[in-house]
Structure formats: structure tokens, C-alpha cells
């Protein structure tokens, strides 16, 4: 009972503080940090130490599973190089240089034991990057380089404290360089195979399950079986479950069904978020008793703090100066995909300061052997550098990155990028309903472009203005949500009654749901875009859009056709051939679209205000 009652109160803790934060505005670990460091020093709260089988084996690989079947293994490998230049490079280079500071400080400590507390605090923590710096809104490419990094760096560092770690059974003797990376290499590259076996297996498997219960089983299992399969033959178990999650997370659309992809989106989403969270408050509990170990320590009191803040500053200074000075590999090897342009200084700057380091550095301290020397200390420095780390830059991030005016994702960016794919998968599926417009009795190839085309035009409608008024789209979404709370009322008072099969109700409830949520999505979108009236230009070119003329419209009343009609309109958009102005296809005239089908002018650009983005009739592109 005693275990049951501390679990759930962990879980009540996590869930509260998290929420509080949020509400403030504030990325959950540093508060949860601080609470578990709070709540270590309060009578009756029990000592909890972290076993480093429980985080390598219990908790290192479902977060990083998470963490990989949720990254983009297109962006991945189009940052390949500056992902493995921090993972490995930067691990190695602070290993070493961390190592010299420690023993510097510590001499009696000896060169392996030094090494290993280096191979420790070397690798920043997949979680703490992603959950601060995707709150704060870091740039879309900083974050997704600090999250490969952090997918991979561990391989690094463990595969390095194991090679310390021998060598201070081998009566202190290092291993030379060159057994250390062929050590790397073997278990890199067993790991690399032991994950991509895991791939083809699962990918076998889930050609032949549609249920989504049991798929989700089977993803539930996938990272313990790659981690366990891969230290069974000595290879990196973390290389093994990361590349089985970005295979398998890339080749989710084929090999899953909608349904069962659904149902592992959310299930890993929760087990996450608890996991995550959870990490962070457990990082703070162990202050007390680490606290306690080191007043113990026959060392004097100065040479402690000396040693722990020193490695603290090691470990922040290293790290910017390996991102300064491989900037040129890093960041300008080619301009960014999404602005054409080459990332700032201030991006390198921002990788280097989100070192954040987290529970698999504090883990990874318990694995150094209990008889040796000062091991209470080494234990020290590494709490110092998470605590120091996530308190000193994870608070500070986001601050620097607003006074360093670096640009977040554009939701008006994304709203058009958005509408713009859009448009272009309606354009492959106009092609199966040309096949089916033969053998179609019952107009249902017309009813299927109407709903894709009120799809499309929704997805549209939220980079407009609307003069202060509901877009169609804004007021078919308020309309349907109180239709939806409606026919909900209707279903429950009839399960009161017990007249329908609880089944059918819970169906049926089911279906409410789901459209709710999509009204709910749609309506965040929305709001962000509105918080964010602001264009760049974005998307492929063709050359009719990089031939078109740049020219500013004149003062605009409103649709021409429309006035004389009498008609409304939604928002308007402009001719770039002969200065036309025309009404949207979200308007009950669809004049610009019109206009387009009478003198093929291929290109419009939009006219409302704040809004400079052009679109291509003839290529379906925006820019």
C-alpha cells in the first residue's frame, strides 16, 4: 500500500504542477524540478533513489521511442550532419574536456573515474530540449537539431562511461582512443542493425493487424524488445530504439491503418507526458539524500562546491565553444527550406545555450562502481549540472531568444503551407473521381467535391479577414458545435431510458466526439492565425508565380462583381496580369476563380490586409 500510495501521489503531483504551470505560462520541469527538490526536505516524505536500471531499462527507452516516432525522419536526415556532429562530436569533446576540469580539481580521483563522470554530464536529455524548447516556440530547425541530437547523444556517452568504467577494473589503465571509437562503432552499428531488424519485423507484423488495440500493444512492447535485443549482444540499445521509432514513425501512413495510427498517437502522447514529467520531479527528490551522502565526504566543503560548479561551467562553456567553432559545418552549410535563407549567428547561439541535461546524465552516475573514490561527489556533480543546467538555461532560454528577436513558427505560415497541401492532395484525388464519373447513378462524385472543396476552402478562409465578421468557416464551426451539444443531450437522455444498447450508444457518442475534435483543431488553427496576422513568403515556385508581378493594389472597396450584384463576399484577391479583383472561393460567387476560367491569367495574389502571399491556377502553388 505504501508503494501504490507514493505512486499516486508522484501522479498527482506531476499532473498538478504541470497544470499550474501552464496556466502561468511557465515549461513544466523547471517548476517540477524545484517542487521535488522542496518536497525531499519534508518529514514523511519517503527517500527515493533512482536505480540506474530502472531509467536506463524502464524509462531511457519509451521516452525515446516517443520521441523518435514523432520526429520528421525527412528533417532528421536533412540535418544529419549537424545532428551528429553534437551527438557524437560534441559528446566525445566534452567527455574530454570535462574529464580535465574534474581531475584538475579532484586528482585522486584517477584519469578513469574522471573520464566516466565526464561521459556523464556530457550528453544534454532528448526531454528537457523538446519540452522547453518547443513552449518558448524555438525555430522549427534549432529544434529539430537538438532533438536528433538528443536521440542519439546517449548512445555516445554510455558507450564511453562503459569504456571508463572498465578501465577502472584494469587497475586504472585508459583504453587507447582508437579501442574506445571501435568500441563505438561496433555498438553504433549493431545497434543500428538490431533497430532496423526491429522495423522490417513490426512492419511484417502490422501488414497483417487492424486492430488498433492490438497494434498498440505491439507498439507498446517495440522499445523494450529493440533495447533489450541490442545489450543482449553488447550493442547500443539506444541507437537500436531510435531507429526502429523513425522508421517505423515514417512508415506509419503505410503500414497502419487511420484508426490504429490515431490510437498510438494518443496512447504515446499520454505515456509521455506522464513519463516526462514524472523524470523531472524525480530529478529533484534525490537532493536530500545526495545532500546528505557528501557532508559526509572526507573532503573539505570548498573543494566540493569548487568541483561541482566548476564542471557545471565546463560543461555550458565547452558546448559553446564546439557550436561556435564548427558553425560553418553546422549552420551554413545551405539556406533554411522554409525563408531561403542562411539561420543567423543567434540560431548557433541558442543551440549551444539548450544543454539542458537531464535524468539519464543523473542515472547514468549511480552506474560508476561504489568503491571508487569520492563516488558521493562524482554523484554531486552530476545532480549539479542537471539542476544547474535546466534551472541556469532551461529559465533563461526563452528570454534570450526574444531578446535575440528569433522568429518562432508562423502559424500564418503554417495556414498556408496547410491550405496549400491541401489543395494539392484534392488535385490527386480529382483523378480517381474522374475514373468514377462514368459509373455513377447517384451523383456521388459531385457530393464528394463539394465536401473536399468546402475542406479546402475552410483551410483558406483562415488566412482572411473578414472585416470583424465569421468567416463561413468560423460560422459553420460555432453552428455545428451547438448542433453537436444538442443531438449529444438527445443520445444521453435516451441511454437514460435503457431504449439502445449501450454499444450503440457509446458509438454513436464516439462519432460526436470525433467531429467535435475536428471543430476543436480547426479552431485553434484559427486562433492562432488570428493572433498572428503576419506573411512570408512561402511554399515551391513555378514560373508563372516567379514571372508575376510584384505591384501593390490601390484602394479597394470590395468586389466589383459583387457590389453590382448585390452579393457578399469573403476576402478578395487580385489579378497579377491585368489587376482584376475578384471575390474568393469561400464567396458565394467564387469572381476570382471566375475570372481565372475566362482569360486563364494564371496568377492572384490575396489583398487583405497584412497578406501578400500569391497563388498559381495552372500549378496549384503558393508564394
Given at each position: 500500500m505504501e508503494i501504490a500510495f507514493l505512486l499516486v501521489a508522484v501522479a498527482v503531483t506531476v499532473l498538478a504542477v504541470t497544470a499550474i504551470a501552464g496556466r502561468v505560462g511557465f515549461a513544466p520541469p523547471i517548476p517540477l524540478i524545484l517542487v521535488g527538490w522542496a518536497g525531499s526536505y519534508v518529514p514523511g516524505v519517503p527517500t527515493i533513489h533512482l536505480e540506474p536500471e530502472v531509467v536506463l531499462l524502464g524509462l531511457l527507452p519509451p521516452l525515446l521511442y516517443a520521441a523518435a516516432i514523432g520526429t520528421s525522419l525527412v528533417d532528421f536526415n536533412a540535418n544529419r550532419r549537424p545532428i551528429l556532429l553534437l551527438s557524437v562530436g560534441l559528446v566525445a569533446f566534452t567527455t574530454i574536456g570535462a574529464a580535465i576540469v574534474v581531475h584538475a580539481i579532484l586528482p585522486e580521483v584517477g584519469w578513469p573515474a574522471a573520464f566516466a563522470i565526464g561521459a556523464v554530464v556530457a550528453p544534454p536529455d532528448a526531454v528537457a530540449a523538446t519540452a522547453i524548447g518547443r513552449r518558448i516556440g524555438l525555430p522549427r530547425r534549432v529544434v529539430t537539431i537538438l532533438e536528433g541530437e538528443s536521440l542519439l547523444n546517449d548512445a555516445t556517452a554510455l558507450v564511453a562511461l562503459r569504456t571508463a568504467i572498465a578501465s577502472i577494473g584494469a587497475a586504472g589503465a585508459m583504453a587507447p582512443a582508437w579501442e574506445i571509437g571501435l568500441d563505438f562503432v561496433v555498438a553504433a552499428g549493431g545497434g543500428l542493425l538490431v533497430g532496423f531488424a526491429t522495423f522490417l519485423l513490426i512492419a511484417k507484423i502490422r501488414r497483417h493487424v487492424t486492430d488498433p488495440l492490438l497494434d498498440t500493444g505491439i507498439s507498446l512492447v517495440i522499445p523494450y524488445a529493440a533495447y533489450i535485443a541490442a545489450e543482449k549482444i553488447e550493442a547500443s540499445g539506444v541507437v537500436a530504439v531510435v531507429v526502429a521509432g523513425l522508421l517505423l514513425g515514417h512508415k506509419a501512413p503505410i503500414l497502419q491503418t487511420a484508426q490504429s495510427r490515431i490510437a498510438e498517437r494518443m496512447n504515446w502522447r499520454t505515456l509521455a507526458f506522464m513519463l516526462e514529467n514524472t523524470v523531472f520531479l524525480l530529478i529533484g527528490l534525490q537532493a536530500r539524500w545526495l545532500v546528505d551522502e557528501v557532508r559526509a565526504s572526507a573532503l573539505p566543503t570548498g573543494t566540493i562546491v569548487g568541483v561541482c560548479l566548476a564542471t557545471l561551467g565546463a560543461v555550458i562553456v565547452l558546448r559553446m565553444a564546439w557550436v561556435f567553432a564548427a558553425r560553418y559545418l553546422l549552420i551554413r552549410p545551405g539556406p533554411d527550406p522554409v525563408t531561403g535563407q542562411r539561420p543567423p549567428a543567434s540560431y548557433t547561439f541558442l543551440i549551444g545555450w539548450a544543454g539542458m541535461r537531464g535524468v539519464v546524465t543523473l542515472a547514468a552516475a549511480f552506474v560508476i562502481p561504489e568503491d571508487v573514490d569520492h563516488r558521493e561527489v562524482l554523484l554531486m556533480i552530476a545532480f549539479t549540472v542537471v539542476a544547474g543546467t535546466l534551472l541556469l538555461q532551461g529559465m533563461s532560454l526563452g528570454w534570450l531568444a526574444r531578446r535575440l528577436r528569433v522568429p518562432s513558427p508562423d502559424p500564418m505560415d503554417d495556414a498556408l503551407a496547410r491550405a496549400t497541401l491541401l489543395q494539392q492532395a484534392s488535385k490527386a484525388s480529382h483523378q480517381v473521381l474522374e475514373e468514377l464519373d462514368g459509373d455513377d447513378p447517384y451523383g456521388v462524385a459531385d457530393l464528394i467535391r463539394q465536401r473536399?472543396?468546402?475542406?479546402?476552402?475552410?483551410?483558406?478562409?483562415?488566412?482572411?479577414?473578414?472585416?470583424?465578421?465569421?468567416?463561413?468557416?468560423?460560422?459553420?464551426?460555432?453552428?455545428?458545435?451547438?448542433?453537436?451539444?444538442?443531438?449529444?443531450?438527445?443520445?444521453?437522455?435516451?441511454?437514460?431510458?435503457?431504449?439502445?444498447?449501450?454499444?450503440?450508444?457509446?458509438?454513436?457518442?464516439?462519432?460526436?466526439?470525433?467531429?467535435?475534435?475536428?471543430?476543436?483543431?480547426?479552431?485553434?488553427?484559427?486562433?492562432?492565425?488570428?493572433?498572428?496576422?503576419?506573411?512570408?513568403?512561402?511554399?515551391?515556385?513555378?514560373?508563372?508565380?516567379?514571372?508575376?508581378?510584384?505591384?501593390?493594389?490601390?484602394?479597394?472597396?470590395?468586389?466589383?462583381?459583387?457590389?453590382?450584384?448585390?452579393?457578399?463576399?469573403?476576402?478578395?484577391?487580385?489579378?497579377?496580369?491585368?489587376?482584376?479583383?475578384?471575390?474568393?472561393?469561400?464567396?458565394?460567387?467564387?469572381?476570382?476563380?471566375?475570372?481565372?476560367?475566362?482569360?486563364?491569367?494564371?496568377?492572384?495574389?490575396?489583398?487583405?490586409?497584412?497578406?501578400?502571399?500569391?497563388?498559381?491556377?495552372?500549378?496549384?502553388?503558393?508564394?
Open positions: 473536399i472543396e468546402q475542406r479546402n476552402f475552410a483551410a483558406w478562409e483562415r488566412l482572411g479577414t473578414t472585416a470583424g465578421e465569421e468567416s463561413p468557416a468560423a460560422l459553420y464551426s460555432r453552428v455545428r458545435q451547438e448542433m453537436i451539444d444538442a443531438e449529444r443531450g438527445r443520445v444521453l437522455e435516451i441511454r437514460s431510458t435503457g431504449a439502445v444498447a449501450s454499444e450503440v450508444v457509446s458509438d454513436v457518442l464516439a462519432m460526436l466526439d470525433i467531429e467535435e475534435s475536428m471543430l476543436d483543431a480547426a479552431e485553434e488553427e484559427r486562433a492562432d492565425v488570428e493572433a498572428v496576422r503576419v506573411s512570408r513568403p512561402s511554399g515551391a515556385a513555378c514560373d508563372h508565380l516567379l514571372s508575376a508581378p510584384l505591384f501593390e493594389p490601390e484602394a479597394l472597396n470590395g468586389c466589383p462583381e459583387c457590389i453590382k450584384i448585390g452579393s457578399r463576399w469573403v476576402s478578395l484577391r487580385m489579378c497579377l496580369t491585368c489587376g482584376t479583383v475578384g471575390c474568393c472561393d469561400s464567396s458565394p460567387h467564387r469572381h476570382a476563380t471566375a475570372h481565372f476560367h475566362e482569360t486563364a491569367h494564371p496568377v492572384m495574389r490575396s489583398v487583405e490586409p497584412g497578406e501578400d502571399w500569391r497563388w498559381c491556377y495552372v500549378h496549384h502553388l503558393t508564394a
